[in-house]
């Protein structure tokens, strides 16, 4: 007798159910996470660096040049080539003698204007000098007397600058003294020229004798 045919598909159908399933949890847990390890890293996303402005080059210093002394507007204002450059003065122009450059020191060699006095007249040396208008100058000296130390009596020295019609600068010694002395005078000139530079004796008609050393005049 013939083997009777069955229907074999409602049989199979809940196995087949299973592989599907079976089927969609290996795709869905095993493949397709090895896919997403495959894909390709996302680029990386370079941020921009800030600008930073360059330092400002530093300026080369500039060379420091030595300044220049002014040239002396005083001739041999330190005798130390004895009278020249100055011109006797008054009285001195009659009595040469009483007119010399002595050594004070010996080092450093300082010398000085000797100048002797006893007729009590106005007598000792004298030079040019350029002043332009509108210029401050400083006129110095330093002075003693070899006579004596009685600061009671007159010793009548004095160093004055002469350009008119503008009033005299002068520097004035009154009192003996036998240390040196030194004075200064500022003044503002007024007058463009050449003034009259004298350093002499017997300012208040006085008999004295006296040294004058570092005659300057200096533009400030």
Known sequence: MPPV???VLPLMLPGMT??????????????????????????????????????PARAAPAPYIIPRPQPAL????????????????????RATNEIRVTQIAAQPAQWA???????????GVGQLVTLVSGTVYRLSARVRSTATINP????????????????????LWMSESTDWWAKALVFTNHVSGAATLFVHLGYGGVASTGEFANISLDEL
């Open 18 to 55: 299973l592989l599907v399933a079976l089927l969609l949890c290996y795709q869905r847990y095993v493949q397709e996470p090895a896919a997403l390890l495959e894909l390709p890293a996302p680029a990386r996303v370079e941020r921009p660096q800030p600008v930073v402005a360059p330092a």
């Open 74 to 93: 005083v001739r041999n204002g330190d005798f130390a080539q004895g009278l020249k450059g100055w011109d006797y003065w008054q009285h001195a122009g």
């Open 152 to 171: 009671k009596s007159i010793f009548g020295g004095r160093v004055a600058l002469f350009l008119p019609p503008q009033p005299e600068q002068s520097l």
């Open 5 to 7: 045919q069955r229907n």
């Open 113 to 123: 204007l000797q100048i002797q006095n006893p007729q009590k007249q106005l007598t």
